[in-house]
T-cell receptor, first 113, second 114 residues
Framework: DVKVTQSSRYLVKRTGEKVFLECVQD?????MFWYRQDPGLGLRLIYF???????EKGDIPEGYSVSREKKERFSLILESASTNQTSMYLC????????????FGNGTRLTVT | AQSVAQPEDQVNVAEGNPLTVKCTYS??????LFWYVQYPNRGLQFLLK??????LVKGSYGFEAEFNKSQTSFHLKKPSALVSDSALYFC????????????FGKGTTLSVSS
């Protein structure tokens, strides 16, 4: 089974802090994704990557950046956390095939105070 | 713009009754469609997908979905609901290129009462 592991289940950070969310997958998937999930808004794509050092902006990239130095690891960075970034963050991975489903981690619930 | 709509925020059904969770899509070309389920405090789990071929696709936990091209719909169904099916369900569409992300609907909460 594919395993996507997000390093933290819960995080509490202060406004203005730099925040790192880490995600690791163990199935040699080319694609990796970061979504945020908010009630009533569903999942919104922040960034995705189809290869090492490659990244593509999603629908809501403002205030975020990403890093993919190794194939198995995809990091989401909040440069200066703000309260409106309080959310559930979901990492996912998939093969580089259109029919390949995404496999999700259990999520990181981030609270910015 | 390519999009997915789930017209119902919540669906309530009694245990043992059939259930339907609705999804419509707007995408150019041939759609690749997916259904996911999310249990509380967990990530999303893949249920089933439509790529091509038979309009009725079967997935995990007894779920199935019917693709209807003329109505641009991909409704999730189950003949007999269980209380344990209570969860949040998401429909998603993949854009027309390999390696791209899924676009998700806003989700439908399914509540099955005993």
């Amino acid at each position: 089974d594919v395993k996507v592991t997000q390093s933290s289940r819960y995080l509490v950070k202060r406004t203005g802090e730099k925040v790192f969310l880490e995600c690791v997958q163990d199935m040699d998937h080319e694609n990796m994704f970061w979504y945020r999930q908010d009630p009533g808004l569903g999942l919104r794509l922040i960034y995705f990557s189809y290869d090492v050092k490659m990244k593509e902006k999603g629908d809501i990239p403002e205030g975020y950046s990403v890093s993919r130095e190794k194939k198995e690891r995809f990091s989401l960075i909040l440069e200066s956390a703000s309260t409106n970034q309080t959310s559930m963050y979901l990492c996912a991975s998939s093969l580089l095939l259109r029919e390949s489903p995404l496999h999700f981690g259990n999520g990181t619930r981030l609270t910015v105070t | 713009a390519q999009s997915v709509a789930q017209p119902e925020d919540q669906v309530n059904v009694a245990e043992g009754n059939p259930l339907t969770v609705k999804c419509t899509y707007s995408v150019s070309g041939n759609p690749y469609l997916f259904w996911y389920v999310q249990y509380p405090n967990r990530g999303l789990q893949f249920l089933l997908k439509y790529i091509t071929g038979d309009n009725l696709v079967k997935g995990s936990y007894g779920f199935e979905a019917e693709f209807n091209k003329s109505q641009t719909s991909f409704h999730l169904k189950k003949p007999s609901a269980l209380v344990s099916d209570s969860a949040l369900y998401f429909c998603a569409v993949r854009l027309n290129q390999a390696g791209t992300a899924l676009i998700f609907g806003k989700g439908t909460t399914l509540s099955v009462s005993s």
